[in-house]
């Protein structure tokens, strides 16, 4: 990355928030997929999911959102509150008149983009790893910016397609029946193993409020 940043792999500052009443994140312990790309990432106590939170000099809460992972927005890593809404969302708050309470727990934010359907997202990661095994998009696993290599990686998906149907067509389909089942058998568990590593949690709406 090309600018300076602040690692928390002991998630201090969440913790800190949290305590204060600010804003509590969601954790995800289940690192080995990543890992399995990078064996120098570390997330000791697992990884914190996205967050916004803004405060005034009086430690007055303006503006909080944190992301809830689930299947749709691929595990908390798709669909952030765009710059533009929350500034708006805090000048709101800094205006406001009377008691100057904390701003409410942002449950439907204005979204810089929308998450993939689960099986398409399960289809890009295995055309990531060329359909052998699933392979995240890291900023560590590749030279090429993220963008970039999933534009590659699209162009992967409809050449495996058109092989499959090729090869029903023109070998025997005892032959390529038996191929698909032994693909079958090895593909499943690392489809099963992103499905366990991925969170999916299901919030309340007292839960969020």
Known sequence: MDFETVGDPHHEIPSRCEDKG????????QTDFLRDENSKLSHPKGYFQPGVLCLDANQRVLYRWRSVPNKKNIGGAAERPTAGYIYKQVLKSLSSTGEAEDAPLDTQPELDSEGKPWPIFILVVMANGWFIKPKPFLLTNGSAP??????????????????????WVMLPGMWVGLAAVVYSLWITPHIRHIHLQIQDVEVTDSQES
């Open 22 to 29: 600010w804003l509590e994140l969601f954790v995800n312990k």
């Open 146 to 167: 993220i963008a970039q290599r999933f534009r590659n990686v699209l162009i992967r998906i409809p050449i495996f397609i058109a092989a499959w149907i090729l090869a």
